[in-house]
């Protein structure tokens, strides 16, 4: 029963990684990577606990090479699951990655405790005494690798600690995200949200508990129902991870490709129409807002489609406006030209008139006056 129950807490991980493995190559989303390597290394630390829990030394001892490494970095991957979706659809910055050299670490130490320190004959034999903590039970010799295994899981806990504070710091975010963005089916985005992180809540917990109730004296009616509680948790925490990454694709193929294709058009339309521009305290979240529409996909729309920033677009019909006015109202002061084009202030209306034209504005006026004389 025991083995039975350990097997269905790693198959569950593996069928979700096989799962979203297979969703990577159709779903144009980055939170999937980030959910296929969480599941792997779920299923790599379960695959661990049934070769412990049922005495498979040989495998216990492969295993332990990756295991600490998994242990460490599985809350990584799942809080870069999380921060990936509050920044969709943008990338994760490059920054966040150096987390990982916490696991890389404690991965290095790891295997020269157990595979280079440790004297392989007196590893076997207290092998299952250091992974259940008994450290009265190991000669003195071995007190490093078992406090390196300590150390793992200490990093573990401290990891889901990590986990769902930075899940709580997100709530709001996501909430405010999906309100401001019409077009987002924002209440099933901020469900599915809860969802996972109600699930990782109550895995955290059982963990930590786990982690520190462990012992060899564990009964065996006690194994049996933690392995059966995690692969129900897994089951649990994949699909809601799925769910929203099928809202996420929903959002993509039903709203967004089909504004994307216009949005463009649509900016210049209100360029056009309405001249937000002329307002001086014009921003990207204002135009967005006017837009009924998201700054993200208006500051990529002209970044990649336009070949422009807010600022540079913004200015270059602030300007022609700027020019128009000039020709057709020769006596007017130029500062007020400046206010009326939209700039806070003469000297900004100077030097952005300049960069345009290449000439200042009193420049282009004596040249148009001189142009109409002829």
Same mark, same amino acid.
């Given at each position: 029963?025991?083995?039975?129950?350990?097997? @269905?807490?790693?198959?569950?991980?593996?069928?979700?990684?096989?799962?979203?493995?297979?969703?990577?190559?159709?779903?144009?989303?980055?939170?999937?990577?980030?959910?296929?390597?969480?599941?792997? #290394?779920?299923?790599?630390? !379960?695959?661990?606990?049934?070769?412990?829990?049922?005495?498979?030394?040989?495998?216990?001892?492969?295993?332990?090479?990756? @295991?600490?490494f998994?242990?460490?970095?599985?809350?990584? *991957?799942f809080?870069?699951?999380?921060?990936?979706?509050?920044?969709?659809?943008?990338? *994760?910055?490059?920054?966040? @990655?150096?987390? !990982? /050299?916490?696991?890389l670490?404690?991965?290095?130490?790891?295997?020269?405790?157990?595979?280079?320190?440790?004297?392989?004959?007196?590893?076997?034999?207290?092998?299952?005494?250091?992974?259940?903590?008994?450290?009265?039970?190991?000669?003195?010799?071995?007190?490093?690798?078992?406090?390196?295994?300590?150390?793992?899981?200490?990093?573990?806990?401290?990891?889901?600690?990590?986990?769902?504070?930075?899940?709580?710091?997100?709530v709001?975010?996501?909430?405010? @995200?999906?309100?401001?963005?019409?077009?987002?089916?924002?209440?099933?985005?901020?469900?599915?949200?809860?969802?996972?992180?109600?699930? /990782?809540?109550?895995?955290?917990?059982?963990?930590?508990?786990?982690?520190? /109730?462990? #012992?060899?004296?564990?009964?065996? +009616?006690?194994?049996?129902? %933690?392995?059966?509680?995690w692969? $129900?948790?897994?089951?649990?925490?994949?699909?809601?991870?799925?769910?929203?990454?099928?809202?996420?694709?929903?959002?993509?193929?039903?709203?967004?490709?089909?504004?994307?294709? #216009?949005?463009?058009?649509?900016?210049?339309?209100?360029?056009?129409?309405?001249?937000?521009?002329?307002?001086s305290?014009?921003?990207?979240?204002?135009?967005?807002?006017?837009?009924?529409?998201?700054? $993200?996909?208006?500051?990529?729309? *002209?970044?990649?489609?336009m070949?422009?920033?807010?600022?540079?677009?913004?200015?270059?019909?602030?300007?022609?406006?700027?020019k128009?006015?000039?020709?057709?109202?020769?006596?007017?002061? /130029?500062? +007020?030209?400046?206010?009326?084009?939209? !700039?806070?202030?003469?000297? $900004?209306? !100077?030097?952005?008139?300049? +960069?345009? $034209?290449?000439? #200042?504005?009193?420049?282009? %006026?004596?040249?148009?006056?001189?142009?109409?004389?002829?």
């Amino acid at each position: 029963m025991l083995l039975a129950s350990s097997i @269905y807490a790693a198959a569950v991980p593996a069928f979700w990684a096989i799962l979203f493995f297979s969703k990577r190559k159709k779903v144009r989303n980055v939170a999937i990577n980030y959910a296929l390597w969480f599941f792997i #290394s779920i299923w790599i630390i !379960f695959m661990g606990a049934i070769a412990d829990y049922n005495q498979f030394r040989e495998l216990s001892l492969i295993l332990l090479f990756f @295991y600490p490494f998994c242990m460490v970095a599985g809350p990584i *991957l799942f809080t870069f699951f999380l921060y990936s979706l509050c920044l969709h659809p943008q990338k *994760l910055p490059q920054w966040p @990655y150096f987390f !990982f /050299l916490i696991p890389l670490f404690q991965f290095l130490i790891s295997a020269y405790a157990f595979y280079i320190y440790s004297p392989t004959d007196q590893l076997k034999v207290y092998l299952y005494d250091i992974i259940f903590w008994q450290k009265g039970a190991i000669p003195h010799e071995l007190y490093f690798p078992f406090r390196v295994n300590m150390l793992t899981s200490l990093l573990f806990i401290a990891g889901l600690i990590s986990a769902i504070i930075i899940s709580f710091y997100l709530v709001p975010r996501i909430t405010r @995200y999906s309100i401001q963005d019409t077009t987002y089916i924002g209440k099933k985005r901020i469900s599915g949200f809860l969802a996972v992180l109600t699930v /990782l809540a109550f895995l955290s917990i059982s963990a930590i508990i786990q982690q520190i /109730l462990i #012992s060899n004296h564990m009964l065996i +009616e006690w194994q049996i129902s %933690t392995e059966l509680f995690w692969g $129900t948790g897994w089951l649990a925490i994949g699909y809601a991870m799925l769910r929203i990454i099928n809202i996420e694709q929903l959002h993509i193929t039903k709203q967004d490709q089909k504004r994307e294709i #216009s949005l463009q058009q649509l900016i210049y339309q209100h360029f056009e129409n309405d001249r937000p521009y002329l307002n001086s305290g014009l921003t990207l979240d204002q135009l967005a807002k006017d837009m009924k529409s998201n700054r $993200t996909y208006i500051s990529k729309t *002209l970044k990649e489609d336009m070949g422009t920033n807010f600022n540079d677009f913004v200015n270059g019909f602030r300007i022609s406006f700027a020019k128009k006015m000039l020709a057709e109202q020769n006596d007017t002061k /130029l500062n +007020e030209v400046a206010l009326q084009a939209g !700039f806070n202030s003469y000297s $900004t209306f !100077f030097r952005v008139f300049k +960069e345009h $034209t290449g000439i #200042s504005p009193s420049e282009f %006026t004596k040249y148009n006056l001189l142009k109409i004389s002829i």
